[in-house]
């Protein structure tokens, strides 16, 4: 079995604020995705990466940045938070197209 | 593009009665994966079931659902709904290099 690792659980920031949330998995996983969810909505990809060093982006790709430095980590930058902006940002790794594997998510609050 | 379509935002019924959540999908690849993925109030959506066989019915934890390839379905169906089924249902899609999630459908399991 492996683990998905997100840090940190709970983000608030401030209007305009660059923030970066974090992601790790030992799964050996070589794809791995970033989504967002609002409240009690669907899961929207924001971006994935098949390889350590690659990045595609998802439909929600605007306002965010992202980063796959090595094969078991991921990150996510939201640029410029926005004001009241609230979300759960879930990361997932899967092998290829098989089973994707969720993190237990980080909460977001923007001020 | 790929895409997944789920009719039903919120189906609500009462404990026994059975379960139907519609999945059709669209996709060039000749040998898609479908997925079932569920997610229960506060957790991380987790696999409830996949298939890539066509006319194969696949069961988990009382769930069933058979990949129709030639009406590009994958509903996923229950006998006899439970309370603690309620929850968010996710079909999704492997065709190419990537997942594509439907909008989902919550369930509601009433008493």
């Known amino acids: 079995g492996g683990i998905i690792t997100q840090t940190p659980k709970f983000l608030i920031g401030q209007e305009g604020q660059k923030l970066t949330l974090k992601c790790q998995q030992n799964?050996?996983?070589?794809?791995m995705y970033w989504y967002r969810q609002d409240s009690g909505k669907g899961l929207r990809l924001i971006y994935y990466s098949i390889t350590e060093n690659d990045l595609q982006k998802g439909d929600l790709s605007e306002g965010y940045d992202a980063s796959r430095e090595k094969k078991s980590s991921f990150s996510l930058t939201v640029t410029s938070a926005q004001k009241n902006e609230m979300a759960v940002f879930l990361c997932?790794?899967?092998?290829?197209?098989?089973?994707?594997?969720f993190g237990p998510g980080t909460r977001l609050l923007v001020l | 593009g790929d895409s997944v379509t789920q009719t039903e935002g919120l189906v609500t019924l009462t404990e026994g009665l059975p379960v139907m959540l519609n999945c059709t999908y669209q996709?060039?690849?000749?040998?898609?994966?479908l997925f079932w993925y569920v997610q229960h109030l506060n957790e991380s959506p987790r696999l409830l079931l996949k298939?890539?066989?066509?006319?194969k019915r696949t069961e988990h934890q009382g769930f069933h659902a058979t990949l129709h390839k030639s009406s590009s379905s994958f509903h996923l169906q229950k006998s006899s709904a439970q309370l603690s089924d309620s929850a968010l249902y996710y079909c999704a899609l492997s065709g190419t290099n990537k997942v594509v999630f439907g909008t989902g459908t919550r369930l509601q399991v009433l008493p």
């Open positions: 997932a790794s899967s092998s290829r197209i098989d089973t994707q594997y």
């Open positions: 298939s890539f066989t066509d006319n």
């Open positions: 996709t060039i690849y000749s040998n898609p994966f």
């Open positions: 799964f050996n996983h070589d794809t």
